[in-house]
C-alpha cells in the first residue's frame, strides 16, 4: 500500500492561468474524490469517479474546473484561468466500494496547495 | 442534505488529561461517520469509522467515539491525551457516495 499520491505538492501561478493537477489513487481503489479545502475550513466536496465514469459534481465545480480519470486509474484536476478564489488545498482521496454499496473510509493524499497571486 | 457540525473551533487540553471533540450531524438515513486528523501540511488520516452495530468504536491512537442516534451525535473521546496528539480534527458523515465534513476542531495541548 504506497497510498494516495498527488502532484505537485505546491503550485503558484498567476490570476489567469491554467493549471493542471494529478492525483494516483491506491492501486486497487475503485473510487477516487477531489476534495478542497481552504483555511479554517473542512475538506468540501467537489467531484468523484467510480472507475473512470465521473458519478457526481459539486456546484463548487464552476464550468473553470475540469476532473478527469481516464482508464480509471489517476486523476487529472485541471483548473483553466485561475482567480485568487481558486487559491486552496486541494485533496484527492480513494477508496474501495462496491457499486451500489455503501462509502468505505476515503484515503487521503497530502494534497496539493494551490497559491494564485 | 447531509451536514456536520463541530462546534468547537479551539480547544485547549492538558497533557495527561481526557479529551471529548463534539459531533454533531444530519443525514436523512442511516449514517456512515468517521473521525479523521489533519496535522499541518498533511492530508487527513483517518481515527475511526462507525457502520453499524456497537455504538462505541475504537480507533487508532487510543481514540473512541460513541454514536448516539437520539442525540444525533458521534462524539470522540481519548482518557489521557499526549502532546503529539495537537492536530485538527474533522468529523464527517456520509452514505453510498459521498463524505461531508464538519469546519472541524483545532486541538492544543498544553504541558
Known amino acids: 500500500d504506497t497510498g494516495v499520491s498527488q502532484d505537485p505538492r505546491h503550485k503558484i501561478t498567476k490570476r489567469g492561468q491554467n493549471v493542471t493537477f494529478r492525483c494516483d489513487p491506491i492501486?486497487?481503489?475503485?473510487?477516487l474524490y477531489w476534495y478542497r479545502q481552504t483555511l479554517g475550513q473542512g475538506p468540501e466536496f467537489l467531484t468523484y469517479?467510480?472507475?473512470?465514469?465521473?458519478?457526481?459534481k459539486s456546484r463548487l465545480l464552476s464550468d473553470r474546473f475540469s476532473a478527469e480519470r481516464p482508464k480509471g486509474s489517476f486523476s487529472t484536476l485541471e483548473i483553466q484561468r485561475t482567480e485568487q478564489g481558486d487559491s486552496a488545498m486541494y485533496l484527492c482521496?480513494?477508496?474501495?466500494?462496491?457499486?451500489?454499496?455503501?462509502?468505505?473510509?476515503?484515503?487521503f493524499g497530502n494534497g496539493t496547495r494551490l497559491t494564485v497571486t | 442534505a447531509q451536514s456536520v457540525t463541530q462546534p468547537d473551533i479551539h480547544i485547549t487540553v492538558s497533557e495527561g488529561a481526557s479529551l471529548e471533540l463534539r459531533c454533531n450531524y444530519s443525514?436523512?438515513?442511516?449514517?456512515?461517520l468517521f473521525w479523521y486528523v489533519q496535522s499541518p501540511g498533511q492530508g487527513l488520516q483517518l481515527l475511526l469509522k462507525?457502520?453499524?452495530?456497537?455504538?462505541l468504536v475504537q480507533g487508532i491512537k487510543g481514540f473512541e467515539a460513541e454514536f448516539k442516534r437520539s442525540q444525533s451525535s458521534f462524539n470522540l473521546r481519548k482518557p489521557s491525551v499526549h502532546w503529539s496528539d495537537a492536530a485538527e480534527y474533522f468529523c464527517?458523515?456520509?452514505?453510498?457516495?459521498?463524505?461531508?465534513f464538519g469546519k472541524g476542531t483545532m486541538l492544543l495541548v498544553s504541558p
Open positions: 482521496a480513494s477508496s474501495l466500494s462496491p457499486t451500489g454499496g455503501p462509502n468505505s473510509p476515503l484515503h
Open positions: 492501486s486497487e481503489h475503485n473510487r
Open positions: 469517479f467510480q472507475n473512470e465514469a465521473q458519478l457526481e
Open positions: 443525514y436523512g438515513a442511516t449514517p456512515y
Open positions: 462507525y457502520f453499524s452495530g456497537d455504538t
Open positions: 464527517a458523515v456520509g452514505g453510498y457516495s459521498t463524505l461531508t
